[in-house]
């Protein structure tokens, strides 16, 4: 099938390239010409396993292509995927200029039947709003095309994107009863009929459902994560191990292991943002979701958790003080540096006069763009921070090593010759990687997430 993908970002970059790995004729849009550029010079704007040998693949296989060219995009796909961003608003809600801007296009340019599908996570409504842009434009340029407007969320993780897509747990596609809709979900039956015939589920409904089911899904997985968070910092005051609670409870079926590991907080580009618009939309109906609230502002919270540690430990002032930071981007396998938790310590440790050697595997060149940002009122400040070129590197001279994302490479590292390459031989660990007893026996401080039962004596 002919398909078009309009944004070429993390989700459309990831999801032309897979169509196009499974047969489809596929043309990406983006209106950034670099990153255009790049993708058409054999480069990928962005870091994700496995992502560069699927779009090298089908490039050279003549299914997937790349352009800025926005008529001869909509000219290509039968089938047009609306892939962009929708960032939260100022009132958290998400703006949907460049969705509606997409759809207008779609409208300015379409000669004959298209499907559009609402790839981009967008508030309960939205298809209708996609729909009344398109119709807009044909009624200005007085013709009759027929179109249907599907919504089919993404549920792909960053940093397991390709295999995500390529082997879902479920695919989720909306579309309207009518004629138009029947015919609509007959292409996308075809759309996804390689996954279909290997097994995958594909769960059929309504438009709004659908929009609904991607900030549920969202929305739950938040809530389980700041439901640990919260229950491991009453672990370390009741003198409770929250990693035994962990297994303890997710050995349920009714609950399952899976988003039980307690932090330092959720970021990335996705819970922040849905969580958000979700309790948008919900007041925008006069509904007060008081646990969306909660599980806002507990991990609001949760990203100060390792600064106040840090803080417990060696005072408010930091002057003089110089740590260690392993890992950067809000998770690992990305360079994606969007609400980290990184961010809320480096900015409470640098006010606080502190010296940082900072390493991440792939975040390096995103977090100094993004620490440029945050520290724009005070950039003498960013001079406190060097970042170190592999992880042993950054910790010479350290006073404490602090551990912020869960990279495999921290887990693995060997934490003798860590404390040898240290000034002091603490770690604070936000992502409770080690065990405290080989921690203990090493005669290593380890101060770790919900805990304290198995530590508070090394401090
Ligand atoms: P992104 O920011 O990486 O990519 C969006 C792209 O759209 C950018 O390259 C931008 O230049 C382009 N764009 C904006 N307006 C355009 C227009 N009118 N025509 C053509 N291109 C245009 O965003 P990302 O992360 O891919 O997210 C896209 C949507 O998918 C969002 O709604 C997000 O919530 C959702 N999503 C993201 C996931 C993730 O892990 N990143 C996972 C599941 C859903």
New binding site residues.
């Given amino acids: 099938m002919k398909i078009t993908i ?8 990831v999801t032309g390239a897979c169509l196009a790995e499974v047969g489809h004729e596929v043309f990406c ?4 010409q670099r ?1 255009i550029d790049i993708l058409n010079n054999g480069g990928i704007p ?1 870091h994700e396993p496995g992502l560069d040998q699927v779009v090298a693949r089908n490039r050279a296989a003549g299914r997937l292509q790349f352009s800025t060219d ?1 008529a001869a995009s909509v000219a290509h796909g039968d089938v047009q995927f609306i ?4 960032p939260p608003d100022e009132d958290g809600s ?1 703006d949907l200029q ?1 969705v509606v ?2 759809a207008r ?1 779609i409208g300015r340019h379409m000669t004959g039947y298209k499907v559009i599908v609402d ?4 508030p309960v409504g939205t298809a209708g709003k996609v729909a009344a842009a398109i119709a807009n434009e044909l009624k200005s340029r007085a013709v009759d095309i027929g179109f249907s407007v599907t919504s089919n ?6 940093g397991a ?1 390709v295999k995500d897509f390529m082997e879902p747990d479920r695919i989720v596609i909306g579309h309207e009863s009518d004629a138009e809709g029947l015919q609509a979900q007959a292409v996308m039956r075809e759309v996804y009929a390689s996954f279909e015939a290997a097994g995958r589920k594909i769960y059929w409904m309504d438009v709004r459902s659908a929009e609904f089911t ?1 900030y549920a899904a969202n929305a739950m997985l938040a809530t389980r994560i700041s439901f640990m968070n919260e229950l491991a910092n009453l672990a370390d005051k009741v003198g409770v191990d929250i990693e035994a609670v962990r297994q303890g409870i997710g050995s349920d079926p009714r609950i399952g292991p899976s988003f039980l590991l307690a932090g330092c907080g959720y970021g ?3 819970f922040p ?2 969580v958000q618009a979700l309790s948008r939309t919900a007041q925008e109906y006069g509904h007060d979701l008081r646990i969306l609230a909660a599980v806002e502002e507990v991990n609001e919270l949760q990203k100060q958790v390792l600064g106040k540690k840090v803080h417990a430990r060696f005072g408010t002032n930091l002057q003089g003080k110089r740590f260690a930071l392993w890992g950067l981007a809000f998770k690992p396998d990305t360079d ?1 540096m969007r609400a980290a938790s990184s961010r809320v310590l480096i900015n409470e440790l640098l006010r606080a006069g502190a010296r940082i050697a900072a390493y991440d595997p792939v975040a390096i060149e995103e977090a100094k763009r993004v620490l440029a940002l945050d520290f724009a009122d005070a950039p003498q400040l960013i001079e406190q921070i060097e970042f170190a070129s592999d992880h042993m590197a950054a910790l010479p001279g350290a006073d404490a090593l602090i551990i912020v994302t869960e990279w495999k490479l921290f887990r693995e590292a060997d934490v003798a010759q860590v404390r040898d390459q240290m000034n002091a031989a603490i770690i604070f660990d936000g992502r409770n990687l080690y065990e405290p007893a080989k921690l203990k026996a090493l005669g290593i401080e380890y101060h770790a997430i919900g805990r304290a039962i198995l530590t508070q004596n090394e401090s």
């Fill in positions: 309009i944004g070429t970002g993390y989700v459309g970059l849009l983006d209106v950034d990153k962005i926005i892939a962009v961003g929708t998400a460049y801007a997409a296009n790839k981009s996570t967008v969320p993404e549920f792909l993780k960053e994107a991607k990335g580009s996705c943002k849905d994606d």
